[in-house]
């Protein structure tokens, strides 16, 4: 299947199957035909694939992954079932978070209940760098802000596990 070039349109693909995915959420949970259909709105920057706001009824998406191929194909449906089921089980159940109750209507759906996605967000705006510290455990990444930290001598950063001071690695 080839994939649409444009982000203008995979973003209107993407609002558009938000609608048509919403229709099989009250299709298999007929309490949810009463509910709206949630309002898409779109994130500018971070490393989050979507969100759901549970008090305004909307679900976000990250545009930035949209200029990318893998971005798109996890968006779409993944992330869209996912954050659809955040406010469906919010609506039947009140629940809150990656409860089973979230993860019986992904299921239910077809979609696997991840957490998270695994896409390497280097590049995209508002995702800071990560930089390589070790200690005797192994290598561990550290954000921009933290690496700057260490770089000015403001703090100090310790392994969980070990408890060593962590030491800048070999780039």
């Known amino acids: 299947m080839s994939l649409p070039a444009s982000v203008a349109e995979r973003t209107r693909i993407v609002e558009q199957e938000t609608q048509a995915w919403w229709g099989r959420f009250a299709t298999a949970y007929p309490k949810l035909e009463r509910a709206r259909t949630p309002r898409v709105e779109w994130l500018r920057r971070g490393s989050t694939a979507g969100r759901a706001d549970l008090r305004r009824w909307v679900v976000a998406f990250n545009r930035p992954m949209l200029r990318r191929e893998d971005g798109f194909r996890i968006i779409l449906p993944d992330t869209v079932v996912h954050e659809l089921a955040h ?40 995702v800071q760098r990560r930089w390589r510290y070790r200690c005797d455990c192994g290598e561990v990444q550290l954000s921009t802000t933290r690496h700057n930290r260490i770089l000015r001598g403001t703090q100090i950063y310790r392994c969980t596990r070990c408890r060593q001071q962590l030491e800048r690695a070999e780039e």
Do not use: C, K, N
Request: glycine share 12%.
């Open 87 to 126: 406010l469906a089980a919010f609506h039947l159940y009140d629940s809150r978070g990656h409860d089973a109750a979230w993860r019986g209507m992904m299921e239910r759906m077809g979609i696997p209940p991840r957490r998270t996605h695994d896409l390497d967000v280097t590049g995209l705006p508002g």
